[in-house]
């Protein structure tokens, strides 16, 4: 594997009763970067980042995470995740969520509670973490599954519409973080179809109908398109697509 490289996707396809969900997807993803997975729902990038994280297997090709061939749990102690689902405790308050979870990474005791609390001021959860989730709203059982993800100083980062549901100013504070993880030599990927969020992102992969129809830095892909914004680009890739 190339130096660098914390995900090699090589040539796979997924399928699902039959439909093909993923096709000839191939990237490589370096340390250090935040790549944004771009495209509308059902495009196939949550598949993507499953299949990366191991929770579903390929038809055909090659998963690579730290050099370990996925699906493995070798690598599960480095990669956070953050679901478009949320999967939370309801009865449980906010800190014992962490805490749990905590736990299965091995991180207990009053370290645990120091780096928990820590999690959820970033979050702007402090001040609730105390009640139970299932008082949450949608919003805030966001920005807890995010400081889950976040607790184990991941190497690798997984993040799959992490921004859904979050005000304006919660998302900037957001983004600032996603940039320290980045600048601290770790690894990012964000799944989203807002289009502001791809200018945020390092590197890009535009994702339409289970193919990635273009891939590189936003301005790269924009000048490449001979439009102006990432969205003119997107169309004009999705066009090139539906011309073959």
Known sequence: ??????????????????????????????????????????????????????????????????????????????????????????????????????????????????????????????????????????????RLSLAIALLHNPKLLILDEPTVGIDPILRKKFWDEFERIKNAGRTIIVTTHVMDEAYKCDKLALIRDGEIISEGTPKEIIESSGGKTIEDAFLFYSREKGDE
């Open 1 to 142: 594997m190339n130096k660098g490289v914390v995900v090699d996707v090589a040539n796979i396809d997924v399928t699902y009763n039959k439909t093909r969900i993923l096709s000839n997807v191939d990237i490589k993803i370096k340390e250090g970067e935040i790549i944004g997975l771009l495209g509308p729902s059902g495009a196939g990038k949550t598949t993507l980042v499953k299949v990366i994280i191991g929770m579903k297997e390929v038809d055909k090709g090659e998963v690579k995470v730290f050099d370990n061939k996925m699906p493995t749990l070798d690598v599960s102690k480095d990669i956070g995740y953050m679901a478009q689902s949320d999967a939370l405790y309801d009865d449980i308050s906010a800190l014992d969520n962490v805490l749990f979870f905590g736990e299965l990474y091995g991180i207990k005791g009053e370290a645990a509670k120091e780096r928990a609390m820590e999690v959820l001021r970033l979050v702007n959860l402090d001040k609730d973490f105390n009640k139970a989730v299932k008082n949450y709203s949608g919003g805030m059982k966001r």
